[in-house]
């Protein structure tokens, strides 16, 4: 009787932590309870829970700023890319500006999606009730959190 009631609830808990993750990114799409969020939405989902709304409103900004960068870059790359096929001249001081421009964009985008995957496993991890076995001195102990 003992091993089942242990087997049980040892499979209750595993059950409960796979079902736990509500909010799923993938890409650029977030579900939540199976349905496509908006940004809008998310936002104010994420609202909800601090510490994962200050992780998103970090990825959000440094994707701002990033993609900035990037096209400020490329547009001014470009130009004088097309200035040297007009003329013939190349302006290295400006092209170089521009492809500066261009790392500086991807060097501050790599660490966005990281940021989006914290904020929402952090989202995933807000306080709800359910048991969890966790080591104790004595071997296993079951913890009720509510």
């Known amino acids: ?4 009631l242990l087997l049980s609830l040892l499979l209750y808990c595993c059950l ?18 199976d349905q496509i969020l908006s940004a ?7 609202q909800s829970t601090p510490q994962a709304y200050q992780h998103y409103k ?3 900004r440094k994707f701002a700023l990033s993609s900035g960068l990037i096209v400020l870059g490329g547009v001014y790359l ?8 007009s003329t013939g ?9 521009g492809a500066g421009l261009v790392l500086i964009g991807i060097w501050v985008s ?4 990281e940021e989006y995957n914290k904020a929402v496993t952090l ?9 969890k076995i966790t080591p104790s001195k004595k071997g296993l102990g079951v913890v009720f959190r509510f």
Not at 1 to 4: A, D, I, L, T, V
Not at 78 to 85: C, E, P, S, V
Not at 125 to 131: D, E, R, V, Y
Request: net charge positive; hydrophobic share 30%.
């Open 89 to 97: 001249n190349l302006e290295w001081k400006e092209a170089s500006l």
């Open 16 to 33: 409960n932590t796979l079902s736990a993750q509500e909010l799923v990114r993938t890409k650029n799409k977030y579900t939540y309870k």
């Open 1 to 4: 009787m003992k091993k089942f």
């Open 123 to 131: 989202f995933n991890q807000k306080k709800s009730a359910g048991l």
């Open 58 to 60: 970090k990825a959000n």
């Open 110 to 113: 790599s660490g966005t999606n």
């Open 40 to 46: 809008k939405e998310l936002k104010h989902l994420y």
């Open 78 to 85: 470009g130009g004088r890319l097309g200035y040297l096929t």
